[in-house]
């Protein structure tokens, strides 16, 4: 049974900081890609960012130089730590994993996710 479990959404003003975690079990995670998506109930969901199993990682053009994936030794933890943080970047953020992920593919497991507020 795939679970992923996000943590750490919060209030917090503008040009603040936040470290999601997103803990993840039921599956081998070494070899999926993970990755981190958010939604704003007005707009679409969008992808933030993702790491693959190699370490690789990826980030949407609105966040970059803001906005750092990582993930523990073991895979079993995932993170996103924002920094600088805009009102804009208010939303409801999941992460997700997938083999083919960050491929392209649509990740098939997701979490539950953590509301971010910034004002």
């Known amino acids: 049974h795939v679970q992923l479990v996000e943590s750490g959404g919060e209030s917090v003003q503008a040009g603040g900081s936040l470290r999601l975690s997103c803990a993840a079990s039921?599956?081998?995670?070494?070899?999926?890609?993970m990755g981190w998506f958010r939604q704003d109930p007005a707009k679409e969901r969008e992808g933030v960012a993702a790491?693959?199993?190699?370490?690789?990682?990826n980030y949407a053009d609105f966040v970059k130089g803001r906005i750092t994936i990582s993930e523990e030794s073991n895979k079993s933890t995932f993170y996103l730590q924002m920094d600088a943080l805009k009102p804009e970047d208010t939303g409801m953020y999941y992460c997700?994993?997938?083999?083919?992920?960050?491929?392209?593919?649509?990740?098939?497991?997701w979490g539950q996710g953590t509301q971010v507020t910034v004002s």
């Open positions: 039921g599956y081998a995670y070494n070899m999926y890609c």
């Open positions: 790491i693959g199993n190699d370490g690789s990682t």
């Open positions: 997700a994993a997938g083999v083919s992920f960050c491929s392209g593919a649509p990740p098939p497991y």
